[in-house]
């Protein structure tokens, strides 16, 4: 998992903790939590190949930090050790707030920041680069995802309350950022839609990809 670095874009990926019980809940009733857990590191290794296979520099977020690295945690962390990736921790009490955070600290060092979250393995590297490519014209990119939410943000430019009063987790999540930005007078661009794992028929989309 090799990346070259270049000074223009930065990929940040999100993830939670690995944590039987606490990840890709809604996969537990069919896969148990210990199964769930699985998929959770999985998915988020998944991710983590497609962001280095674009060649821009990958940073890799935590929801937390843990003075215990249980072994669960062993495999990611030696993918992102290996790869000799930038952690840093998300703050912030909402997701958007962690996000603009993100974004915002990242837009100090580089000319485009994108997130992408860790159950979201329909982001492939060309995709990635397609997004990178629209922050040339635009101060926002989102990858719609096909629940109504997005599985890609980036910016080349924020503002405060772009990502504000958001309800995560519905339907609304897309139109709902689109109102923000268009009120905070940020110019956004929409990709073709994609899909991440949230139910267990995503999941199973996801293995016949494998």
């Known amino acids: 998992m090799s990346q070259s670095n270049s000074p223009s874009a ?25 199964g769930a857990l699985e998929a959770h590191i999985t998915l988020t290794l998944a991710v983590l190949d497609n962001l280095c296979a674009t060649g821009y520099p990958v940073e890799f977020w935590w929801d937390r930090l843990v003075d215990d690295h249980p072994a669960v945690a062993a495999s990611i962390l030696e993918e992102v050790d290996g790869a000799g990736l930038v952690q840093g921790v998300q703050q ?47 101060d926002v990119v989102l990858g719609p995802s096909d629940d ?19 309800a995560w987790g519905t339907p609304d999540v897309l139109a709902q950022t689109c109102e923000r930005l268009d009120a905070a007078g940020l110019s956004y661009c929409l990709l073709e839609p994609r899909w991440d794992v949230d139910e ?5 989309r996801f293995l016949r990809t494998c």
Do not use: H
């Open 10 to 34: 930065v990929f940040l990926q999100f993830a939670k903790w690995p944590e039987a019980g606490r990840v890709k809940t809604r996969l537990m009733p069919e896969l148990g939590a210990v």
């Open 148 to 166: 109504g939410g997005y599985v890609l943000i980036g910016a080349s430019r924020v503002a405060e309350g772009m990502l504000d009063n958001i």
């Open 200 to 204: 267990p028929e995503d999941w199973a």
């Open 92 to 138: 912030g009490d909402t997701l958007g707030e962690k996000m603009l955070a993100a974004l915002s600290q990242s837009l100090c060092d580089y000319d485009r920041a994108l997130v992408v979250g860790s159950d979201c393995p329909s982001v492939d590297p060309d995709y990635a680069r397609k997004a990178v490519a629209c922050l040339a014209d635009y």
